[in-house]
């Protein structure tokens, strides 16, 4: 058909609809992928960092814990005032995290397709993750406090 319309002409590049699709997104694709991973690598070190923090903090209060548990504390509130105290942590942290990304997110526009740059449900749904990430990266260290031997712990100070 080419050939009748144009006897001179020439063919090249030929592709499939799919094909130039395809083509067309493959480098907003690759900042989503590339994004995803970058975004998993900071849950995970924002896990890691709460963990060490809770840790570390759990570390410094074995006196204060253990003379709890001696006047007779349950585990389960010596538990909770450990998810507590990383719970407030937490969303402080969140709270800056989203004002942060309120101001930043004109300069994401142009990334976004088919949110708007302050989605309601986008903002929730991270802020939610975080939180959830938080309170399971605390509870090991929650846990471990509530194991403190009230006797070794007043020992040690």
């Known amino acids: 058909i ?3 319309a144009e006897p001179r002409g020439s063919v090249d590049n030929v592709a499939t609809v799919d094909q130039i699709v ?3 997104i493959a480098r907003p694709r ?13 849950v995970a070190l924002a896990a890691v960092g709460i963990f ?7 570390e410094q209060r074995t006196p204060e814990i253990g003379i709890r548990m001696a ?14 105290q990383s719970l407030v942590l937490v969303v402080s942290g969140v709270v800056i995290g989203l004002v942060l990304a ?3 997110t004109r300069y994401l526009a142009g990334m976004l397709f088919g949110v708007t740059p302050l989605d309601p449900a986008t903002f929730a749904a991270a802020s939610m993750l975080f939180v959830v990430v938080a309170l399971v990266a605390t509870y090991g260290p929650a846990r471990r406090a509530t194991r403190v031997d009230p006797l070794v712990a007043l020992r040690a100070e």
């Open 30 to 42: 690759l900042y989503a992928a590339l994004l995803g991973v970058f975004a998993t690598v900071a």
């Open 22 to 24: 395809w083509n067309s």
């Open 52 to 58: 060490g923090l809770m840790a570390y903090l759990v």
């Open 102 to 104: 309120a101001g930043l």
């Open 71 to 84: 006047l007779g504390a349950p585990r389960s509130g010596v538990m909770s005032g450990v998810l507590r």
């Open 2 to 4: 080419v050939g009748q």
